[in-house]
């Protein structure tokens, strides 16, 4: 007979499980594992709770409740034993040489950054859609599980199985959700899916044949272009311009069109021309199109996407799309909408392919939907997000002006980061994460991107990870990082550096594109307008202290005092870091 402590056993008194389910559930463990085999003899139940430290009576009803599932059985005056049954289930062990696989990560179209998928452990974790615990609306989750796993619940769930759709959930998706791309659509013409790449796989593949072309943007998932065209035949990738994916000349007839990029940058949105452009061709090609769409996130930029799907009057469109990362508890359910022939043949491709989705976290979605609880939880979340972007920009703007320029992906919360020529936007990345910093390349085939998110850290730590990057950055040569020492003027010193920047106004821009006014006025203060039509303000002072030009704006720069080396190259302004790195520049307006 073993002790708990030889079995391994070792409960946690804070953990979130009680004492009672933590010791069963080793115990099955043990059963299973083959630590207690069949026919061994369990210690008292005095005796292991006197080892663990619990009591008794906890011990006493695991047993109990083992020994009514059949694991243990009691024997007079002889104690409690494992059962033949205990160990049925498990896996026998064997010496087969396991068939070797190719490895995806040797082959070269698998040379890309991955999430890795403890990314809150990372100090820094810049990860668009990996959301932060200070986000999620616990209590709120928890109301509508219970109310979607009470006992009638749960007796419904066993009777519907896993391949039936909730119709409450697909009524408020129907009324809540897609109403956001200007949707309407019939209770017969949604379908709910566990996450968006299935969904979008599922769409997909319920259209193409063997012989069927594949049409595909560039910037959609990768893992899902690759999965997708390897099931087809040979497979058209298509450009972008500024008004969104390139109409082809000829399309091939009869094919799959996937549009949709896993971001939409501003400035890079499908306009309503080029909408009407590709359903004119699908029609003239008797083509599909899939229409794949990031989450709504922030509703500032709401109308800049037109829905090809609202504006579809030939049917030809499978709408697919997600509920939002920051309301969900792991990855947020998506939805499939298209004219109801269509639906029912999705439906027919999920059942053969068994991707179904659990009748329980369908009702749970409908109940968290139904009470408002989704609605009330992006409105919470997109002004935190919105604070932690304004946060990230201006960090970019103070640490990184001389490298980057930066913009918005649309409804989101993330920002696109375009570095100089030469950056390698994969190289930075896994630079980055050995420094606690996880960034994104932002599209495939355009290295100069980054995508940097603010879901997953918060507003405080967004500063500091911003500061590690841009070590990166300076450290680099390849990208245009610049030294005092390679000046081939000496930094200016006292007199003609008062004289070469007092009374002048300098011209400068923000990472996010608009236009900055700087006032370097000679009774040492600053003053700044930022903006086209100078939205954003503020004032500072300035002096020369040990021949370092020294500056402090009242909000701007986080209100802190930097000292700097200037040079004054004809126009153009130069300011290095003490340590010799060139942090700014700016262009001297001449009057």
């Known amino acids: 007979m073993r002790t708990g402590i030889e079995l391994g056993i070792v409960l946690d008194a804070a953990s979130g499980i009680t004492l009672q389910h933590q010791l069963r559930r080793k115990l099955v463990h043990a059963m299973a594992s083959g630590i207690l085999p069949p026919g061994s003899r369990l210690p008292s139940s005095r005796r292991l709770a006197g080892d663990l430290a619990v009591s008794r009576n906890t011990v006493a009803l695991v047993y109990d409740s083992l020994l009514a599932d059949g694991y243990l059985a009691s024997r007079a005056r002889s104690g409690v034993f494992v059962t033949d049954a205990a160990g049925s289930g498990r896996v026998a062990a064997t010496t087969r040489r396991p068939h070797r696989l190719r490895d995806p990560a040797s082959d070269t179209d698998y040379d890309e950054f991955r999430r890795p998928p403890n990314w809150h452990q990372y100090p820094y974790p810049f990860l668009d859609g990996c959301v932060d615990p200070s986000l999620l609306p616990l209590g709120e989750w928890r109301e509508a599980l219970r109310y979607a796993f009470g006992k009638q619940e749960l007796m419904r769930h066993a009777q519907v199985g896993g391949e039936s759709d909730d119709p409450a959930l697909l009524d408020e998706l129907r009324t809540k959700a897609l109403p956001g791309w200007d949707i309407e659509a019939g209770p017969d013409e949604v379908l709910a899916v566990p996450s968006h790449r299935q969904a979008l796989y599922l769409a997909t ?338 002096r020369i202290e040990g021949n370092r030009w020294i500056r402090q704006w009242d909000n701007w720069a986080y209100g802190e005092r930097l000292a700097m080396h200037v040079i004054v190259d004809g126009d153009q302004v130069r300011w290095y870091s003490l340590e010799g790195l060139l942090i700014d520049t700016a262009v001297i307006v001449r009057t």
Not at 429 to 443: C, K, N, S, T, Y
Not at 514 to 529: M, Q
């Open 205 to 542: 593949e319920a259209l193409l044949e063997r012989s069927t072309a594949l049409v595909m943007d560039d910037e959609g998932d990768g893992d899902t272009r690759r999965r997708l065209a390897a099931r087809s035949a040979p497979t058209l990738m298509l450009e972008r311009d500024r008004q969104g994916p390139v109409v082809p000349e000829t399309l091939p007839a009869r094919s799959v069109i996937v549009l949709g990029a896993r971001r939409v940058k501003q400035g890079n949105v499908m306009s309503a021309a080029r909408a009407r452009a590709w359903l004119a061709a699908a029609e003239a090609a008797d083509a599909w199109i899939v229409e794949s769409t990031p989450p709504i996130e922030l509703r500032e930029t709401a109308g800049d996407l037109p829905s090809l799907r609202s504006i579809d009057g030939a049917g030809r469109v499978l709408f697919v799309g997600s509920l939002a990362p920051a309301a969900a508890m792991g990855a947020p359910p998506a939805f499939i909408q298209a004219d109801a022939t269509v639906i029912e043949r999705v439906r027919a491709a999920r059942r053969v392919i068994g991707a179904g989705f659990a009748p329980g976290l369908q009702r749970a979605w409908s109940h968290f939907l139904a009470l408002g609880h989704y609605g009330a939880a992006l409105k919470r979340s997109g002004a935190i997000l919105l604070a932690r972007r304004t946060e990230l920009r201006d960090a970019l703007n103070h640490y990184l002006h001389k490298f980057v320029q930066i913009g918005v992906y649309a409804r989101s919360s993330a920002h696109w980061v375009r570095g100089p020529a030469g950056m390698n936007a994969l190289a930075l990345a896994r630079a980055a994460a050995a420094q606690g910093v996880l960034i994104e390349p932002g599209g495939e085939g355009d290295p100069q991107l980054l995508a940097m998110g603010v879901t997953g850290l918060p507003k405080e730590r967004i500063r500091e990870g911003v500061h590690r990057l841009a070590r990166l950055f300076t450290r680099d040569p390849a990208l245009g990082s610049r030294r005092l020492e390679d000046e081939a003027a000496p930094p200016l010193r006292g007199t003609a550096l008062r004289r070469a920047l007092g009374g002048k106004s300098l011209l400068y821009n923000t990472v996010w594109g608009e236009p900055c006014t700087l006032e370097v006025r000679r009774d040492g203060t600053l003053a700044g307008r930022v903006g086209y039509h100078d939205e954003e303000r503020d004032t500072g002072v300035w």
